[in-house]
């Protein structure tokens, strides 16, 4: 196995690791404590991290290896998070020279921003599915304040993904290639 | 090296591009209304709905925990022995009320499911959906115990949905809460027709209510037994608000449900009798 091949499968098992952890913790442990109202979306995260960090040619199949897992904690299933990750991560790819994670608050604005793209996106995904936008304003509002703990959360999420990914600070900036 | 990045940049856009058909494919062969489990989603669900009851079933353990966590903080050393004998009895006490107030549940359950009719299955939330946009609640009841998709799923209090996705030992509930999920029922008093629909935030709305009708305020909803899923009679919700200045022929109706999802902990899966199993028949595939 190259040893770039071997970096890729270790972090994508260890980063599926990540995402089950998370996602017991929002599905179960959140709620054990009381916290009922809203989920927090780690999967957006994580798909973000990729979108943006990690540069690699298999990234889609990154994404939907990652809703497949998502999708055994919610019957939104894989693939309306798959087709929202792989356009969010196009997208991203253009962005990426002009994203800057100087700080933990620029960190935290880039990511509400791409998070409210991606709740924009699957609400109207979600619409056109239904053949109807009435629940469009319900469906995007809905998840909008767990999107602003996230972000408030995506700083530490970020440095424990870099990690993961071996990205550099300085490297990060324009995405690792793997 | 320029020929290296081309080829990358081709195999990218073909991932992209597979990945995305791929995606738009399943997205078009996905019902909001009932799945079937795939098997890699059983052996994760498998897997991981044992963590997930651990953690919901460990939760008085955990409050017990960071009371004594923050008991110990405000605590000298002179009395920490003390504190520490105190807070265990405090627990065990606590624990012996959660267990009365269990049975207590249960009873009340169990006194319910004799008038009901069915042959009932006594299941335990293990876990909620991790997606904002569905209202739905993990079992710890599957189809080894008996659980088949589309069963209903009620408390003593009243509706609370139907099996949604079934695995061997775990089973997902779609509740009435969850947009997709739409319930015939039957207002009461005026003995009105109409269909409960989620709204999330664990409210719902009555449509299809004509803008004569005498509803009221306080009116009491229940299952109209119409569309072979749910049984007839069940306690749905009440109408807490009504919005005459609608236009069209219809009222905006909304309804509180009776069950109180916050506090959902043991629930009966109504199971279907032999003889009732054939009558079952699933919602039409274009039904959100």
């Known amino acids: ?178 | 090296m320029r020929r290296l990045i081309t080829e990358s940049s081709k195999i990218k856009i073909v991932n992209n591009l597979v990945v995305l058909v791929l995606a738009v494919y399943g997205l078009s062969q996905k019902r909001f209304d009932l799945e079937e489990m795939t098997l890699f989603q059983t052996l994760v669900v498998e897997v991981v709905a044992p963590v997930q009851k651990g953690i919901t079933s460990g939760r008085d353990e955990l409050d017990a925990l960071v009371d004594n966590y923050l008991r110990i903080v405000n605590t000298s050393k002179e009395n920490f022995h003390l504190k520490e004998k105190i807070s265990r009895l405090e627990r065990d006490l606590f624990q012996m009320e959660e267990i009365r107030r269990e049975n207590f549940r249960l009873k009340q359950l169990m006194r319910y499911s004799e008038d009901i009719g069915h042959d009932q299955l006594l299941a335990q939330v293990v876990g909620w959906d991790s997606a904002n946009q569905f209202k739905v609640l993990r079992l710890n009841r599957g189809e080894e115990d008996g659980v088949r998709l589309m069963s209903p799923v009620i408390t003593h209090h009243g509706l609370v949905g139907y099996v949604y996705r079934l695995g061997p030992r775990y089973s997902d509930v779609l509740t009435i809460l969850d947009p997709n999920n739409r319930v015939d029922a039957l207002l009461e008093r005026t003995r009105t027709h109409g269909i409960v629909e989620g709204v999330f935030n664990h409210l719902c709305t009555l449509k299809y209510v004509n803008r004569n009708e005498a509803i009221e305020v306080g009116d009491k909803l229940i299952t109209a037994g119409v569309g072979g899923i749910y049984p007839k009679g069940v306690k749905v919700g009440m109408v807490t608000a009504i919005d005459r200045e609608t236009a069209g022929m219809t009222l905006g109706v909304e309804i509180t449900p009776s069950v109180d999802f916050h506090k959902l902990e043991e629930v009966l899966v109504l199971l279907p009798r032999p003889a009732a199993t054939a009558a079952t028949t699933p919602p039409t595939k274009g039904s959100l």
């Open chain 1, 1 to 178: 196995m190259q040893p770039r091949l071997a970096r890729l499968v270790v972090s994508t098992l260890v980063t599926l690791g990540i995402l089950i952890a998370l996602e017991i913790g929002t599905s179960a442990l959140l709620p054990a404590l009381g916290w009922y109202e809203s989920r927090l979306a780690f999967n957006v995260v994580i798909i973000l991290f990729m979108a943006i960090k990690v540069s690699t040619p298999v990234l889609p199949w990154l994404i939907l290896a990652l809703q497949m897992v998502h999708a055994a904690f919610s019957v939104e299933g894989w693939a309306l998070g798959t087709l929202a990750g792989v356009l969010i991560s196009v997208s991203a790819a253009y962005l990426k020279e002009i994203l800057q994670f100087s700080s933990a608050l620029a960190t935290m604005a880039i990511v509400q921003v791409f998070q409210v793209a991606w709740w924009l996106l699957t609400a109207a995904i979600i619409c056109l599915k239904l053949g109807s936008f009435e629940k469009f304003g319900l469906l995007f509002g809905n998840a909008l304040p767990a999107t602003i703990v996230l972000s408030l959360l995506s700083p530490l999420l970020f440095a424990l993904l870099d990690r993961v990914w071996a990205v550099e600070n300085e490297v990060g900036r324009t995405g690792v290639r793997v």
